[in-house]
């Protein structure tokens, strides 16, 4: 994903669940064709929201543990996470709009 920084299994934790922002973490995988559909518009969100929301990418393949915690079973999923907790939740492709939604869903 070009533009947003990825996250492991290693550094999950630090960058996610720690962090004071809310963070949109997007669950993909590199032979997922909706993925790289849905790839430009979480690196322009990333751009955009740049300074209030933290946007992470997970390749599920390469983070299997990260994916598996948090039930993982399709590709793309996003979730956001606030103060270290899941606050929404979607899988599948959707336009920027709902991504928007769904960030504001999570307060």
């Known amino acids: 994903m070009a533009n947003v920084p990825a996250v492991t299994d290693s550094d999950f934790e630090e960058k996610v669940l720690k962090s004071d922002k809310t963070v949109l973490v997007d669950f993909s995988a590199t032979w997922c064709g909706p993925c790289k559909q849905l790839a430009p518009i979480i690196a322009a969100l990333a751009e955009e929201l740049e300074g209030e929301t933290d946007v992470y990418g997970v ?7 990260t994916a598996q915690k948090y039930g993982i079973m399709a ?14 939740r979607e899988a599948g492709f959707m ?13």
């Open 75 to 88: 590709v793309p999923t996003l979730i956001v996470f606030k103060n270290g907790e899941e606050k929404a």
């Open 95 to 107: 336009p920027k709009a709902r991504i928007l939604d769904l960030i504001d869903r999570a307060g």
């Open 59 to 65: 390749d599920v393949n390469e983070s299997p543990n």
